[in-house]
């Protein structure tokens, strides 16, 4: 008889019991979680509670001390990976930090195509092309030749998801993408990450905007002192909080 049960698909990270110390300072103490393909997933947290140390281990731009990290199902928790592994894994799993960090001295355009060329090995007219579809993507389809100075905040974040998607990664994880910017400047960036999430990227976002956890999001995991000590629905999250310290979090934020 042929079973019909629906093949469980692979997760797009996985992680188990994750440990993460610096010296004597416990950043993180045992955090499992899974991300699955379309997953839209707010962290969410007091400062110092280890949310940014545990995207740079699920990108693996930190080593693990302790637990087992798989990313689309190879194991990646060794603590030196081979250089190949490494860029492997950074051509699926990408990641946009709070500071942009391009590269002044290349073209908006040139900073996109670099990853591409050098990674993926991609011609230059493929390489060319990607970036240019990108930067459309994101509203900058105007702005290939000018160099990073001449972009505001806003715009230089966009171009750091530009950068992230000529990759074609299976996740993209963000963290904290607008804390650098002016207020007025939120809104341009939220935007396009609305738009993936709607066209179904896997993401893992680290952010202190509730609106977006609370809007876009289909989990929400509320970090404290290295755990993950609540996750669930954003509505669950935010309307029905179960922890006394994220009730306090939550608390102090609504009074900002």
Same mark, same amino acid.
């Given at each position: ?12 990270i ?9 010296g004597?300072?416990?950043? /993180? ?28 281990c /699920?990108?693996?731009?930190?080593t ?8 689309m199902?190879?194991?990646v928790? !060794? =603590?030196? *990976? ?6 492997? /894994?950074?051509?699926?799993?990408s990641?946009?930090f ?7 001295? #290349?073209?908006? #355009? ?8 050098k ?5 230059e !007219?493929?390489c060319?092309?990607? !970036? ?6 994101? @509203?900058?389809?105007?702005? =290939? ?8 905040? @806003?715009?230089k ?11 074609k990664?299976?996740?993209?994880? $963000?963290?904290?993408?607008?804390? =650098? *910017?002016d207020p ?7 935007g ?6 709607e ?12 609106? $977006? !956890? ?23 999250? $935010?309307s029905?909080p ?9 608390s ?5």
């Open positions: 008889m042929t079973s019909t049960l629906p093949a469980i698909a692979t997760p797009v996985a992680c188990e019991n994750l440990h993460k110390s610096y004597s300072v416990n950043v /993180l103490k045992g955090v499992s979680t899974t991300f699955t393909k379309g997953d839209v997933v707010s962290i969410i947290g007091p400062s110092g509670c280890g949310k940014s140390t545990f995207l740079r /699920l990108n693996r731009l930190e693990i001390n302790q637990g087992h990290l798989e990313v199902g190879q194991d928790s !060794a =603590a030196k *990976l081979p250089w190949n592994a490494l860029y492997h /894994l950074r051509s699926q799993v990641m946009v709070q500071h942009f960090n391009l590269f002044p001295h #290349l073209t908006v #355009l040139e900073n996109l195509m670099l990853s591409p060329r990674v993926l090995k991609h011609n !007219a493929d060319r092309n990607l !970036a240019t579809h990108y930067l459309e993507k994101v @509203g900058l389809g105007g702005r =290939a030749d000018a160099y990073p100075e001449q972009l505001s905040g @806003g715009q974040q966009r171009v750091a998801i530009a950068r992230s998607l000529c990759m990664p299976e996740a993209i994880l $963000f963290d904290e993408p607008t804390s =650098a *910017l007025e400047l939120v809104g341009e960036v939220l396009v990450m609305r738009q993936l999430a066209e179904g990227m896997t993401m893992v976002v680290v952010t202190h905007e509730m609106q $977006f !956890a609370r809007e876009v999001s289909n989990r929400v995991l509320f970090f404290n002192d290295g755990v993950i000590e609540e996750e669930g629905v954003p509505a669950e999250v $935010f029905n179960s922890s006394d310290r994220l009730k306090a979090f939550l102090r934020l609504s009074q900002h």
